[in-house]
């Protein structure tokens, strides 16, 4: 697999795959930001197959000063993998409640992990259901897998490189939350509203629609209206590194594999009362 093909799976052509003696292995990965668990809705009905795997306890590390989802400790993350029953080199695909952003978050960290084979279900569970194809309740036990988590598969930001990237003439941090947080003028989440100073805001719905994406053409010309040309290096935030790993995706689909994501984002940013924080518009491009 290459950095920008085969990033994503149509439910018809996923439903193929699973038919045959090699099958993808399935992560099921729905979660809600506040809300009953994902885990709740796994129970109710899950692919043919699929394995839950915890967004919040497996895939991110514990809440704290880098942030409310955090790099996973890699030894922790290999044990979460192999107990869903992840090999070397077998390809797996990610789905949740069809957002999306749980599930990028996933491919991201698997790829961060240095397992490249991972695709996204595009549009998620909701996806597979509205192309009539089966769901199950019963819980599998795969085989436990063997694969070696080896960190650094994809490109991380510090607070520090992000506040270089974004203070760089040269370069475009992204802000992917909604505009009202990064003008500063709402923070329902974290303590302190506003955004990191220089960084260029780009809401999520200018790139992915209920958790569909745009052709390549589209999202090249949506970058672009913030400044992520060819010759930019480029990175992304969020509230907690979960929307802009989606982004991260979306960057990869528009064909910038380069795409660097500052995992802390907002919430480790402002864990550090001395770091500045900017209001209002932010930079033109």
């Known amino acids: 697999m290459s950095g920008t093909e085969d990033l994503l799976v149509e439910a018809a052509e996923l439903a193929v795959e699973i038919g045959h003696d090699h099958p993808p292995t399935l992560l099921d990965v729905r979660w809600r930001l506040t809300g009953p668990p994902g885990r709740d809705d796994y129970a109710v009905g899950h692919l043919p197959g699929a394995v839950f795997v915890d967004l919040d306890t497996e895939l991110c590390g514990p809440p704290g000063a880098a942030g409310r989802h955090p790099l996973p400790d890699p030894v922790a993350l290999q044990t979460a993998l192999r107990r869903a029953g992840v090999r070397q080199g077998q390809p797996v695909v990610v789905y949740d409640g069809g957002d999306g952003m749980a599930a990028a978050r996933a491919w991201w960290t698997l790829r961060w992990?240095?397992?490249?084979?991972?695709?996204?279900?595009?549009?998620?569970?909701?996806?597979?259901?509205?192309?009539?194809?089966?769901?199950d309740t019963d819980v599998p036990?795969?085989?436990?897998?063997?694969?070696?988590?080896?960190?650094?598969?994809?490109?991380?930001?510090?607070?520090?490189?992000a506040?270089?990237?974004?203070?760089?003439?040269?370069?475009?941090?992204?802000?992917?939350?909604?505009?009202?947080?990064?003008?500063?003028?709402?923070?329902?989440?974290?303590?302190?509203?506003?955004?990191?100073?220089?960084?260029a805001n780009l809401p999520a719905p200018a790139y992915v629609t209920e958790g569909r994406f745009p052709p390549a053409a589209v999202l090249r010309d949506r970058f672009a209206d913030v400044g992520v040309t060819d010759d930019r290096p480029v990175g992304a935030y969020c509230g907690s590194g979960v929307t802009a790993a989606q982004a991260v995706l979306a960057?990869?689909?528009?064909?910038?594999?380069?795409?660097?994501?500052?995992?802390?984002?907002?919430?480790?940013?402002?864990?550090?009362?001395?770091?500045?924080?900017?209001?209002?518009?932010?930079?033109?491009?």
Do not use: K, Q
């Not at 996204?120 to 769901?135: D, Q, T």
């Not at 036990?141 to 490189?161: E, I, N, Q, S, Y």
């Open 141 to 161: 036990g795969p085989t436990p897998g063997d694969v070696t988590v080896r960190p650094g598969g994809l490109p991380v930001l510090d607070a520090d490189a």
């Open 163 to 199: 506040a270089r990237l974004a203070a760089a003439d040269t370069a475009v941090l992204l802000d992917v939350r909604a505009a009202p947080r990064f003008r500063g003028e709402t923070e329902p989440i974290d303590p302190v509203a506003g955004h990191i100073p220089g960084a």
């Open 251 to 285: 960057l990869h689909l528009a064909g910038r594999p380069d795409a660097a994501l500052y995992v802390g984002s907002w919430s480790g940013w402002v864990a550090d009362p001395d770091r500045p924080v900017a209001t209002g518009t932010g930079p033109g491009r």
């Open 113 to 135: 992990a240095g397992h490249r084979p991972v695709r996204l279900l595009h549009g998620g569970f909701p996806a597979w259901v509205a192309a009539g194809l089966p769901v």
